[in-house]
C-alpha cells in the first residue's frame, strides 16, 4: 500500500511545477502511473530513483486497483486538474486516509473558454467519461431544453462529438453554436467551430474520443429558470402560477380542465423526477399536462404521443405559443411503446383501456403512471392495472343575477395512478 500518493497535471504536454517538497518525498524512490504520451512528457529529476511504471492507456481504474500492491510514493500524472472530473475522487474512494497531495495545470475545459474569451462562471459541465455516459447524455438535453446558455462537454469513447451532434441536430436546438477541443496544449490540437444544427463533417476525423464541447449561444441570455451546476430547476423557482397560465388551443371542449390538470400532475410528480427525465403524455390531445408539466421542469424531455393529426397540430402551437419545446409523435401508442425513449413518468389521457395496457406490457414497475377517465365504466377498467384512484368533481361559480352566484357542476373525472417502484 502507498504510504503517500501525489498527483501532477498537465495541460497537454506540459505540466505544473513539481513542488519541491514532493522531490524529497521521493528521495527514496517512486513508482510513476501515467499515460505513455505524459510520462515522455515528465521532467522528473535525474537523482530521483524510479522504481517502476503503471502505464493507464488502457484504464484507469484497474490500474488503481493494482496500486494497492505498491509500497512507497507513487506519483499519478493526469490531465488539467485532478479534482475537477479527474482521479482524485476515485483515489479517495480506494485509498481513504492515505495522504494525497494534488498540483493541479489548468483544466482543458477553462482552456476552451479562455480561447473562446467567455467566463465559465456561469456554465453548466458535464462530464460524460466512463459509467456518467448515459446520465450525460440525458443531463445535456435537460440543460439545453431548461435554456441553459453555456454548456461545457467532457467527451468520451461512451458519448463522443458526433452523438452529441447528433442529439444537438435531433433536439432541433439549432440557436446554438458549438465548440470542440481536442488534444489542447498538444501539437496535434484542433478547434473546429460549427453551428449545432450542422451534420458531422470530414473535419471530425482527427477529433479524439476525449475532445472537450463548447455549447453556447452567441448573444441570447438563458431563456429558462437559473441553473447551477449538477441541479435541477426547482418548483419554487419554476411553479406554475396563475398569472401566468397559458389559453390553450383545443378541438372544441375537449381539453383537461385546470383543476384536473393540477390533480394529475400532483401525481406525476415532476418535481421528483431525475434531471433530464423522459415523460410521455399518451392521447396528449392539445398537449395541456404535458405543456404544464414541462412549464415546471422544462429540462424534462416530453414525448407526447397523438393518433390524430389534428391535435399533433395543436401540441405544436401549444408549445410554441408557451415556449416549451415536445417531441410530438403522431402514432398509435400500442404500436410504438416499445420505440420510445423509455419514461420516468406517464400520463395516459386519451386512448383507453387498449392505450394503458400496451403502456403497461412495454414499462415495468419503475416507471410512474397516471391516467384519467371519465366514464366510472373506464376507471374500473383502469383498475387492474393502477389501483390508486380518486374523483375529481369541479363546480364553478357562475353569477346569478345582481344579488348572486350559483355553483354549476362540470363532468367528474376519474384519475387513476400507481407509484413507481425504486430501482436503477
Known sequence: MPNSIFVLGFAGEVHAPIPLDWLDAFAQGVTI???????????????????????????????????????????????????????????????????????????????????????????????ALGSRANAAKAAISGHLRAGCAKLAIMCSPELGVAQIMKLLADRGLDDYRVDVFSRLGFATQRWVTIPAGSAIGPE????????????????????????????????????????QAPRYLARGQMITKPEVRAVVIAKLEPWSL????????VGAGSGSVGLDVLRIRPDLDLVAIELGQLECDLIEKNAASTGVKPTVVHADICDVANTLRRPSAVFLGGGGLRALEAVVAALDERVRIVASAATLESALAQRKHLADQVMVQIHRSVPLGPNGSRLEPYNPVFISSRKAIAGE
Open 33 to 127: 502511473v501515467a499515460k505513455q504520451e505524459y510520462f515522455d512528457a515528465l521532467k522528473l529529476p535525474s537523482d530521483v530513483p524510479l522504481l517502476g511504471v503503471l502505464n493507464y492507456d488502457a484504464g484507469f481504474s484497474n490500474t488503481i486497483a493494482s496500486l494497492v500492491e505498491v509500497p512507497g510514493a507513487v506519483l499519478i500524472l493526469a490531465s488539467g486538474d485532478p479534482g475537477f472530473f479527474g482521479p482524485v475522487r476515485h483515489l479517495r474512494e480506494v485509498f481513504g486516509g492515505t495522504p494525497i497531495h494534488v498540483a493541479p495545470a489548468t483544466p482543458a475545459i477553462a482552456n476552451a473558454f479562455a480561447r473562446l474569451g467567455l467566463n465559465w462562471d456561469d456554465a453548466v459541465v458535464i462530464s
Open 204 to 243: 471530425f476525423d482527427l477529433v479524439d474520443n476525449f475532445a472537450v464541447m463548447v455549447v453556447w449561444k452567441e448573444s441570447a441570455t438563458s431563456g429558462g429558470p437559473t441553473l447551477q451546476a449538477g441541479q435541477s430547476p426547482s418548483i419554487e423557482t419554476s411553479a406554475i402560477g396563475a398569472a
Open 274 to 281: 431525475p434531471f433530464g427525465a423522459t415523460i410521455w403524455d
